[in-house]
C-alpha cells in the first residue's frame, strides 16, 4: 500500500515519461521555427522574398513577447493560473499560428483563397503570402516561447532536487532535435520548392499533434496535484502573483546579468542559424540539402552534449564558468566563419558545443536566484528578454546582407554579417565574467551543484 501513496513525482519511471511527453512539445515547437531556415531560396523564387523579407519572416515571431512583453505576461499568468491551463491555452495559440502560416504558404491561398483579396488591399510592397505568413508567424510566437517557460515549470515540479540539470540539458536536446529533424527533412520535402507547401504543412501538422500530446499531460499533472496537494485537488493554482515579484527580479543583480547573457548569446546563435544554410551554400558552393545536413550537425551535438553537461553541473556546479567557456567559443566560431576557410563541418560542431555548455549551466542555474513561485515569473521575463535580441537581429542581418550585397544576388558575402554575430558573442561573454564576479563577491551559489543550497 505504501508504494500506491508515493507522489508521482517520487517515481523515476513517471518523471522521465512526463520528460519525454512535455520534451515532444518542444521538438515539433523547434521543428517549425527552424523548418523555414533551408526553405529561404524556395520562399525567394516562390513568394519573391527578399533577404529582408526572409528577416522579416523569422524576427515576427519574437513580436508578441518583444513589444507586448507576452512571455512576461504568459509567466505571470502561469504562476497565477498554473500550468494545465496555461500551458493549455498558448499550446494551442503555437498550433493556431502554425496552421495560419502553412495556410498563408498554401497553393489554395495564393489562388485567391480566404482573406487573399484582405491582405492584397494594404501595404502593396509585400505579398499577400508575407502578409498571411506574419499573422501566423505573430501566433506561433506567442503561443511557443510561453510554452517553453510552461515546460521549464514542469521540469521544477517534477525534478527539483533530482537530477534538474540532466532534466534541463535534455529539454534542451529534444528542442535541439527538432532542429536537427527540421534541418534534415525539410529541404528532402520540398525538393527544391517543388513541394514547399508540403514541407511547411508537415511542420504545421507536427505543432498540432504537439497539443494532443500536451493535453495527455495535463491529464498526469491533475493526478499529481491530486497527491500533492490534497485539499486543493480541483485546483491547479499557485500563490498569488504580485508585482512585486516582478519589480524584485529587476532589483536582483545576478538574475539580470544572466538575462542579459541570454539574450546576447542567443541573438549570436538562433539568428545566424535560421541564415545558415544559405551562409554555407553561398561561401562553401553546397546545395540546400547539403547545407541543410551540415547546419544539422549543429543540434546533432547538443543532442549529446547538453545532457553531459547538464548532469556533470548537477554534482560538480561551475555554472557560471561552463557559461563563460560557451561564449568564449562562440566568439572564435563566429570569427572563424567570418575571416577563414576552416572546415564548416568543425566549426558547426564546436559551435554546438558552446550551444550545449551555456543552456545547459543557465536555466537551472535560475533556482539558485529566485523563489520557486516566482519561477514562471522569472523565466518569462528572461524569454521576452531574449526575444528582443531574436527579433532585432534576423532583420538586422537581412538588412545588412541586402546592404552589402545591392541587387539580391545568388551568391552573397556574409563577412559583415557574421562579424556583427561575432561581435554579439563578445558582449555575451562580458555578462558571464560580471556573473562569475558577482557570484563570488556575493556567493549566491551559482558555481555550486544544484543540489547544493
Keep these: 500500500m505504501e508504494q500506491f501513496k508515493k507522489a508521482m513525482n517520487e517515481s523515476a519511471a513517471m518523471r522521465w515519461g512526463v520528460l519525454i511527453l512535455v520534451g515532444f512539445v518542444l521538438s515539433v515547437n523547434y521543428y517549425f521555427y527552424d523548418a523555414f531556415s533551408t526553405l529561404k531560396d524556395d520562399l525567394r523564387t516562390a513568394f519573391d522574398f527578399t533577404n529582408s523579407d526572409y528577416g522579416l519572416f523569422i524576427s515576427f515571431y519574437s513580436v508578441p513577447n518583444t513589444f507586448l512583453a507576452m512571455a512576461v505576461i504568459g509567466g505571470m499568468i502561469l504562476d497565477r493560473l498554473g500550468i494545465r491551463r496555461t500551458g493549455f491555452m ?70 527539483k532536487g533530482k537530477d534538474l540539470a540532466l532534466a534541463f540539458g535534455l529539454k534542451v536536446g529534444f528542442g535541439r532535435l527538432g532542429t536537427f529533424a527540421a534541418l534534415r527533412v525539410s529541404p528532402y520535402i520540398s525538393n527544391e520548392g517543388t513541394n514547399l507547401t508540403s514541407a511547411i504543412w508537415l511542420a504545421a501538422i507536427l505543432v498540432c499533434t504537439g497539443l494532443l500530446a500536451f493535453m495527455v499531460y495535463m491529464l498526469l499533472d491533475a493526478k499529481l496535484d491530486k497527491q500533492i496537494q490534497p485539499k486543493n485537488d480541483v485546483n491547479d493554482k499557485a500563490d498569488d502573483f504580485s508585482f512585486s515579484d516582478l519589480t524584485g527580479l529587476f532589483r536582483n543583480r545576478p538574475y539580470l546579468y544572466i538575462a542579459a547573457l541570454c539574450v546576447t548569446f542567443y541573438s549570436a546563435v538562433f539568428p545566424f542559424l535560421a541564415y545558415a544554410p544559405d551562409f554555407f551554400s553561398d561561401k562553401f558552393g553546397l546545395n540546400s540539402v547539403e547545407s541543410g545536413n551540415l547546419t544539422s550537425l549543429l543540434p546533432l551535438g547538443t543532442m549529446i552534449f547538453t545532457p553531459l553537461f547538464g548532469w556533470l553541473i548537477d554534482r560538480h556546479g561551475k555554472s557560471a564558468t561552463a557559461m563563460i567557456f560557451g561564449a568564449v567559443t562562440l566568439v572564435v566560431v563566429h570569427l572563424l566563419f567570418a575571416l577563414t576557410y576552416t572546415t564548416p563541418d568543425f566549426l558547426i560542431i564546436l559551435l554546438g558545443v558552446a550551444f550545449s555548455l551555456v543552456p545547459a549551466a543557465m536555466w537551472p542555474s535560475m533556482v539558485k536566484l529566485v523563489e520557486e513561485r516566482q519561477i514562471g515569473t522569472a523565466y518569462g521575463l528572461m524569454y521576452s528578454i531574449q526575444n528582443l535580441g531574436l527579433w532585432a537581429f534576423p532583420i538586422l542581418a537581412g538588412m545588412t546582407l541586402d546592404y552589402t550585397n545591392p541587387g539580391n544576388p545568388e551568391v552573397a558575402n556574409y563577412t559583415p554579417t557574421i562579424l556583427m554575430f561575432a561581435g554579439v558573442s563578445f558582449i555575451a561573454l562580458l555578462f558571464g565574467l560580471l556573473l562569475k564576479y558577482e557570484d563570488k563577491k556575493k556567493g549566491f551559489g551559482i558555481e555550486l551543484p544544484l543540489n547544493r543550497k
Excluded: C, H
Excluded at 494551442?92 to 496552421?99: D, I, S
Excluded at 508575407?130 to 521544477?156: C, D, H, N, Q
Design 90 to 159: 498558448f499550446v494551442f495559440f503555437m498550433a493556431f499560428g502554425a496552421v495560419l502560416t502553412a495556410y498563408g504558404a498554401s497553393d489554395y491561398y495564393s489562388q485567391g483563397g480566404l482573406g487573399y483579396g484582405f491582405f492584397s488591399s494594404f501595404l502593396p510592397n509585400y505579398s499577400p503570402e508575407l502578409k498571411m505568413m506574419l499573422v501566423g508567424r505573430f501566433f506561433f510566437g506567442l503561443g511557443a516561447e510561453t510554452s517553453i517557460v510552461v515546460v521549464s515549470k514542469i521540469l521544477v515540479k517534477w525534478f
